[in-house]
């Protein structure tokens, strides 16, 4: 099985819920923001980005927000669903620096 | 279709051994990524190749030496295995780094590696 990452945030929510998952960010020249969904036993996987732009960007069941002035970013998932279930990852970069991740927060849904 | 794959998923070998862990893409990518993933789930880069050519190298120890026969293909070499080396390995693939439109990055499934 799967290592547990002691030290991971974890959000627990009902299915059906929205959820909140909050990254901060340290680069203030950071530009281009992504975040990832890896469930377990995989690799990460693409779910949203947002350019520095832009403060608002949604896709199907998720918003990310972004707010320059306090380098934090979120994404929100509506209608949390049992296959939402997985860790969430925030990363950054600007120009042309690679991507930077964040530690990452594990979600958890309640049937 | 697997767009990003990786061999092979599991790797259990001894100290001091040699190995080395494939990716391939179909994607059409020009940029490839490898990177390592600790138990505590942290991400961080260790190698990018753009068309053969290694762009970053973010202070690995020599011991691992990423090679990259062509643009579809970034393999893993690590020489004298050492315990601190388990981890979950990571590559990766965007089309194009350096345009805002195109650097998002897929990711393969994984090789986690255990050394004993």
């Known amino acids: 099985g799967e290592s547990v990452g002691l030290h991971l945030p974890t959000l627990s929510v009902q299915e059906g819920d929205n959820s909140i998952i909050n990254c901060a960010y340290s680069n203030s020249a950071s530009d281009y923001f992504i975040w990832y969904k890896q469930e377990s036993g995989k690799g990460p996987q693409f779910i949203i980005d947002?350019?520095?732009?832009?403060d608002k960007r949604q896709g199907q069941r998720v918003t990310v927000l972004l707010n320059k002035t306090v380098k934090h970013l979120s994404l929100q998932i509506a209608a949390t669903q049992p296959g939402d279930s997985a860790v969430y990852f925030c990363?950054?970069?600007?120009?042309?620096?690679?991507?930077?991740f964040g530690k990452g927060t594990r979600l958890s849904v309640i049937a | 279709d697997t767009a990003v794959s990786q061999t092979p998923k599991y790797l259990v070998t001894q100290m001091g051994n040699d190995k080395s862990i494939k990716c391939e893409q179909n994607?059409?990518?020009?940029?490839m990524y490898w990177y390592k993933q600790d138990s505590k789930k942290f991400l961080k880069i260790m190698f990018s190749?753009?068309?053969?050519?290694?762009?970053i190298n973010e202070t690995v120890p020599n011991r691992f030496s990423p090679k990259s026969p062509d643009k579809a293909h970034l393999n893993l070499h690590i020489n004298s295995l050492e315990l601190g080396d388990s981890a979950v390995y990571f590559c990766?693939?965007?089309?194009?780094?350096?345009?805002?439109?195109?650097?998002?990055?897929?990711f393969g499934p994984g090789t986690r590696l255990t050394v004993l």
């Open positions: 994607l059409g990518h020009d940029t």
């Open positions: 190749y753009n068309n053969k050519e290694l762009i």
């Open positions: 947002i350019r520095s732009n832009m």
């Open positions: 990766a693939s965007s089309q194009d780094p350096l345009q805002p439109s195109t650097d998002t990055q897929y």
């Open positions: 990363a950054e970069s600007s120009g042309n620096t690679p991507l930077v």
